[in-house]
């Protein structure tokens, strides 16, 4: 069975003491691939090495909407020259943030989304969007992007009407821990009606641990209780289901 965790961040430091051991547990479980998104440009400087280093992990740069605070938008020249690297493949993670008040304004997460958004278009690549709580803005800014760039809806938690725009705009469902978690009913009647060919799984690592591992550090190992969930909702075992997901993580970000 292959696995590709399509979203982690095994750079954040809560990772520091045992990120060699555990990316070595990796093939255990038939994990094979992992994306690792940026979040910053501190992590961006660590993540080219880190890729370099590690066959099965590739890289996505970008400017996560919470941590825009300290930069102008020239700064995404920096970004724009990681994306050279034949180990990045995605712009991401970025989005727009409307959930904590201290997040910066919306109208410069709306101007670093459009800018990225512009910037993986040019380079031809995918994006991994970060949506929340901001659905309709999210949409909108994408439509005006309609046919120059698609990607995936990270860690997706709008409704089907929501992902079925995302869907038409040539864009992949992520689903992560949140899918198995007790009050998921919107997420699980989503994963229910994705097509096939447009589903990936993630972690989100070391973030939003599934059940049953919920309190603890997540890590890509755990994207197993993900697909479980998946092989629940759409009636399949995890030697039909697996390889789908697997493929489609490898189309979607050129691997």
Sequence with gaps: MDIFDTHAHLLDTQFDEDREALIASFSDVGLKLVMEACTDLGYLKKLI????????????AGLHPEELGPYALGDLDTVAAALAHSKIRAVGEIGLDYYWPEN?????????FDAQLSLAADHHLPVIIHDREAHGDTVDILRAHRGRVTGVMHCFSGSYETAKECLDLGFFIGFGGALTFKNAKRNVEVAAKVPLDRLVVETDCPYMAPVPCRGQRNDPTKTLYVLDKLCEIRAMDRAELAPLLFENGKRLFAI
């Design 104 to 112: 910066p304004p919306r109208e410069v997460q709306r101007a670093f």
């Design 49 to 60: 090495p880190f890729v370099e280093s590690h066959p099965m992990i590739y890289g996505a």
